[in-house]
Nanobody, 125 residues
Framework: QVQLVESGGGLVQAGGSLRLSCAAS????????MGWFRQAPGKEREFVAV????????SYADSGEGRFTISRDNAKNTVSLQMNSLNAEDTAVYYC??????????????????WGQGTQVTVSS
């Protein structure tokens, strides 16, 4: 079982940066791929970035490639998403999540069983 709590959201001007963090409970954090997803008003939840359990592999949605960086600290049970050059299209609730299976690398949100409560990111233009 993994419990997740996001933080770091807020209001930022276009072109600015934010760093989201997700704190996980449980001793098995280092066994799980971790993902960031987002949901904008009126839209479906979508993939943003994922990092493997060891941190050695990452993947990004095209929308965030080159602007977003996902990282993790297994000693502190945290995963972060550094977001730079933000624009209005990045406005959404951002969620961190973990799949239901250990040592499973996936970008498919339907494979993610554990979700945080979300943190709002609003980018003003």
């Amino acid at each position: 079982q993994v419990q997740l709590v996001e933080s770091g959201g807020g209001l930022v001007q276009a072109g600015g940066s934010l760093r989201l963090s997700c704190a996980a409970s449980g001793r098995t954090f280092s066994m799980y791929t971790m993902g960031w997803f987002r949901q904008a008003p009126g839209k479906e939840r979508e993939f943003v970035a994922v990092i493997s359990w060891s941190g050695g592999r990452t993947s990004y949605a095209d929308s965030g490639e080159g602007r977003f960086t996902i990282s993790r600290d297994n000693a502190k049970n945290t995963v972060s998403l550094q977001m730079n050059s933000l624009n209005a299209e990045d406005t959404a609730v951002y969620y961190c999540a973990a799949p239901g299976t250990k040592y499973y690398y996936t970008l498919d949100l339907n494979k993610y069983n554990y979700w945080g409560q979300g943190t709002q990111v609003t980018v003003s233009s």
